[in-house]
């Protein structure tokens, strides 16, 4: 047996696991409405919508910060979408992209946004895999 063919078949089993369904955006810039006085969220760009696998991170603990005049507590997830898995034309995956869960085995899931804070790339891995935060 060979390398590619133990990567094919971990891949598929990796897939198999990815239980959850996301979409995976970019989110323009707020707009400003002078007449009325609100801001408006700025339009949005799905770059990848579809199966994933989202779990804790085990060893983060979490860490508080400040959010406006509130305190946040920043959870760290890592979300995992298949390995062959290619967002539009010149797109890379970046800190600051958001994954919004649209369904899940574990309801509570669902509705859930994270934040893109990193991505790892490598060619023996079994899934491409995102490091995000719940910044709720």
């Known amino acids: ?19 959850d369904r996301i979409r995976l955006y ?19 760009t799905t770059l990848y919508e579809g199966k994933a696998r989202i779990e804790p991170v085990a060893q983060a603990s979490g860490e508080d910060a400040q959010a406006g005049e509130r ?7 890592r979300v995992s979408v298949p390995w062959a898995t290619e967002l539009p034309t010149g797109q890379r995956a970046r800190p600051g992209l958001r994954v919004e869960v649209l369904t899940s085995p574990d309801p509570r899931m669902a509705g859930l946004t994270l934040w893109v804070t990193g991505t790892t790339y490598a060619d023996q891995a ?11």
């Open 71 to 77: 305190e946040v507590r920043l959870l760290e997830y």
């Open 1 to 19: 047996m060979n390398i590619d063919s133990v990567l094919a078949a971990g891949r598929r089993a990796a897939e198999q696991r990815m239980r």
């Open 126 to 136: 079994t899934a491409w895999r995102l490091t995000t935060e719940d910044r709720s």
């Open 26 to 44: 970019e989110q323009g810039p707020d707009v400003f409405n002078r007449e009325d006085g609100t801001t408006v969220p700025g339009e949005t």
